[in-house]
């Protein structure tokens, strides 16, 4: 059957080997540990500027009720649920760094510089109350910030069988 | 009847007219349109996927069969379709392994393939809430094709994933520059890196030149327009798989729900569908993304009792299966409802029992059966759940 | 690089317009197109069949898996391509039945449906002769869908077909007014009264709204665009049994020859396809009209031995199958064939068996070993035969 | 499975009687006894001006050589096969008629009159040297002519398994 792999030979001899250059320009993900972080710093303060500029028209001012979605916690609408945010659902704050250099502003995505995205990351932090206006976000500190909504999350526990889960 | 087909592609025209002008009274009695390149849709089928701008359902109550037509395929993607050179798109594969590679895709059509038909649904593929929903809004985010590419396991021998990489990051290259983070031992069992669908290249909405499929899980983790994989010790917590496709379940938030429960649709009788009093062939469709469909079930009182449907061959693993149900329609106010048994023994839950099981938040993974109420008229209406 | 897709439906225009302008430098820096309402091809992608007036053959050595695009699915028919109404549009049953009757479309639709996915062959589908000629050109008058309609076998119990009844006529509405005679046991044992293709409506080519389909049987039996079934108790002798769709063998001729025998084609590598040094998948597709293949084998040194290819399942009835044979390609000169043998026990012929068996006539049902010459640069050429 | 028939009803009640009259209507086929043939009749100088005036641009003069094929037997040119024709490859002289009149001519199918079929088919048979030229052909002639190929024709003797044939 195709599955079958044992009449395949060592190696295919196929495609070329990466370098470490071209693996670099493409290899933007930054993990929980940190892994991928840039040099670079940013604070809140001059986060909140470049929001206003490129983010408040799509997420709202102070990041609050845009068109595409609340980004920061705020006190909800009574008998509303409150809308999910990075400072009530995100359980790592490095992917506010990863996320926001890879995908955003969605107009023009990619278009930022890593210490505009180190900036944003501060003020969303501050923003959502998770880090004060002093803490300088960098490649050593991002890692450390403690999520609200880390300890809400487990991994799947559904494994087919008759319960429903 | 004016109908035309027009494909302008690369500066090169298609054009096929099948016919413009008044139709024939007598068919029989003019030549035909003569052989074409390629054909298109009679002029009296509208056939059209739901769209929003991040999405579009397939017409589930207009198919016929278990393969989706690859133009009315469902669309999901979280920066548009982009347009993508398949002679400059490359695919790099680095991180943990012996030797980071990079494949154009002519490289990857040069790999042993394999073709396998699965359906990919989105985990975010339900609605409720009113009387006239349509399958295609109710759970239009499933579709179904024959999948060919290369085994993604024939790709991990070829790089040499170490024995500490546990997890890959599959990046696509669109403008959300999409990742999700997946266990090694799916790309071992039965991942894809597919190239093309039914037959034919990917669809652009559909991953073109490249995508990862990853049968029976939920589909935002089958990456299209594929450019990396890394393979790490840990997984990465993308944007994708904490803040989107989890799912608030009793406080917690459930994270890497990857599997696709099984789940079940009446695809006829359905809104906006009328029936006549008579013999009914009651249709649906019904999967799992945790192996083959046992079983399906239907009830045509409302759930009081239930009757086997009859399942169409080839019954396929983690592929949509056809079932018809006989039934004979006297004319009286009913309700009418499938239920999926997959290889497992997992039964299709009522959505009253995913909440008892969940609690009342909603979100991803919602395989509730849905109901259809017909009226003494012949309306076909959703029975909004509550 | 402008693309567009225009679909202009009984007054209503459907348009989806993937990209027009300059393709992206970087598509991860630009939001791609929204979701839309009918997919299309990626531009870079040009699939076409090849047509004369009568006959548009599939791209064969384009093709990934066992689907068929249906816009590729070939064409053939004598005289042209109808455009009819569905709501019009009626099949009529009569003759040696206790009840004739007319179903309209609509009724056909209500009946209990199947789905199967088998190939449908035109038997006039043999071309050799010289090196360039491409899998289509050979044998491009083979296709695959998944189809789905009525069993015959459903019709005629609804109008109690007679005892006395061995034939019956089809007849198709397009404007050759098409008729075949065909055995009732072929009625009772697997025929279809198809109305759908590929998960949709049947397309205008393929016999648009409804048609007969005979799994296994050469192409032209299948009536398209299906108006009438009489039941009777001798063939008709209708041109296309008689003067067309018969094979001068040995000074006779060989009349309702309905079976495809058993037949297999290298889709890759295959002219105007060219092969760099190292491992080649060789690819292609076997089928036979009698029942399931049973394996097929692949040389890649002229035939002077044969190795088992891999089968890709599902391994249907009456089916285009996927084969596989991984192949090291040193940079020598050679000829690499397939043959399938089917479940009957029945082997793939050379040119030159059939010629033995047949006498030198040619003709229809010409299903011989087709070979490929491997030039030292990689060039691969159809090999004529003689 | 879904070829099982034993849960079905007896009828599912589906479509309507078709009447005599439409019955009549469509039934136009023409079987070797003779059944279908209508009432009417042929010659073949009456045929011979139609087809020169409908048929001979598709198919030559005398129904030799034309653009969509030879009708009508002649000596082959040397070292050719003959073509294919009524003469020397139809099995049943009713085919004429039942083909002509469904299909042809070409650019106009289904516009002759069953008489004007009669005719044509008279004189195709006769043109072949099948019959001579004072043949009436109607419907209790037609089914009586015996074509030259007719002993030719054999129903198909392949039936898989290992025999090639
Ligand atoms: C033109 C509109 C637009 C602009 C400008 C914009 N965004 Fe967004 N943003 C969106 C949309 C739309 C989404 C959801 C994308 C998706 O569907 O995946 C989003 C999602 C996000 C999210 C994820 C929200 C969540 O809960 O998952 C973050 C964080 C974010 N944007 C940050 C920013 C920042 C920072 C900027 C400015 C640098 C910015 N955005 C500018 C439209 C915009
Ligand atoms: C405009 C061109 C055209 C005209 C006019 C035309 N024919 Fe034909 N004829 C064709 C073509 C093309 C075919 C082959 C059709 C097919 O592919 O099935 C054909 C086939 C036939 C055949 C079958 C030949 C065979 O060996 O199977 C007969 C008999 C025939 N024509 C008779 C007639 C007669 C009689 C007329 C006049 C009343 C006529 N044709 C007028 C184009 C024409
Ligand atoms: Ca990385
Ligand atoms: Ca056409
Ligand atoms: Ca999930
Ligand atoms: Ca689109
Ligand atoms: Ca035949
Ligand atoms: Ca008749
Ligand atoms: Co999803
Ligand atoms: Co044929």
Redesign the interface.
Known sequence: ?????A???R????????TQV??KK????????GKGLPIGSGISAKGKSIFELKCAPCHGIGGVGGPNGSLVSSVPAAGKRPE?T?GN????A??VF??VR??MP??????LTDEEVYHLTAYLLHANKIIDETTVIDAKSLPKVVMP?HQ???????????E?? | AAVAIVQTAQGKNLQQAITVGDLPDDPTKVVGTLAGEVGTRSSFEKLVKKPSDISSRSPLQDFYGMITPSDLHFERHHAGVPTIDPNKHELLIHGLVEKPLVFKLSDLKRFPSVSRIAFLECSGNYRTGKETLSPQEICGLTSQSEWTGVKLSTLFREVGVKPNASWFLAEGGDAAVMTRSIPVKKGWDDAIIAYAQNGEALRPEQGYPVRLFLPGWEGNTSVKWLRRLELSDAPFMTREETSKYTESVNGKIRQFSFDIDARSIITYPSYPQRIEKGWVEIRGLAWSGRGKVVQVEVSTNAGKSWQLARLQEPILDKAHVQFRYLWEWKGESTEIMSRVTDETGYVQPTYQQLIAARGADGGYHFNAIASWQIKPDGAVLHKPEK
């Open positions: 059957i195709a599955s079958d792999t009449h395949f030979p190696s295919f001899g196929l495609g070329r080997v990466a071209e693996i493409l290899d933007i993900d930054v993990r929980p540990d999910r990075i659902y995100w359980p790592y490095t992917t990863d996320y890879r995908a969605f107009n023009a995505p990619g278009s909504a809400l999350f487990i991994p799947d526990n559904r494994k087919g069988g008759p429903i889960k």
